[in-house]
């Protein structure tokens, strides 16, 4: 099982950003794919989650309305599509697959990718 997460970068308040993260060994019908994010000094916490099978999601209070997530299923890949940020949305972004069905705790999640940086300046 491999996740990778790319597409981060500098952006400014206000800004757009679409992380993506590539996944293979597993499938979306019984797996869940959700991103994280983790500043400096702060702990992880979960941005929002795509369900297996069909696709429900779920946004973190904090993103709604501005971030996100879906998948193209033809090229295993989930999207966190990122409008209207904020500097407090400066972290390092982590994708991560679960069994669980629709979990928001970091420690279902059994495999993880590699963080892509998100910086959002003023």
């Known amino acids: 099982v491999q996740l990778q997460a790319y597409g981060g970068g500098l952006a400014q308040a206000g800004g757009s950003l679409r992380l993506s993260c590539a996944v293979s060994g597993l499938s979306f019908s019984t797996w869940s794919v959700a991103w994280f994010r983790q500043a400096p000094g702060k702990e992880r916490e979960f941005v929002a989650v795509l369900s297996w099978n069909g696709g429900r999601t779920y946004h973190a209070d904090s993103v709604k309305g501005r971030f996100t997530i879906s998948r193209d299923n033809g090229k295993n890949t989930v999207y966190l599509q990122m409008n209207s940020l904020k500097r407090e949305d400066t972290a390092v972004y982590y994708c991560?697959?679960?069994?669980?069905?629709?979990?928001?705790?970091?420690?279902?999640?059994?495999?993880w990718g590699s963080g892509t940086q998100v910086t959002v300046s003023s």
């Open positions: 991560a697959a679960s069994s669980a069905y629709h979990s928001q705790d970091r420690y279902q999640y059994a495999y």
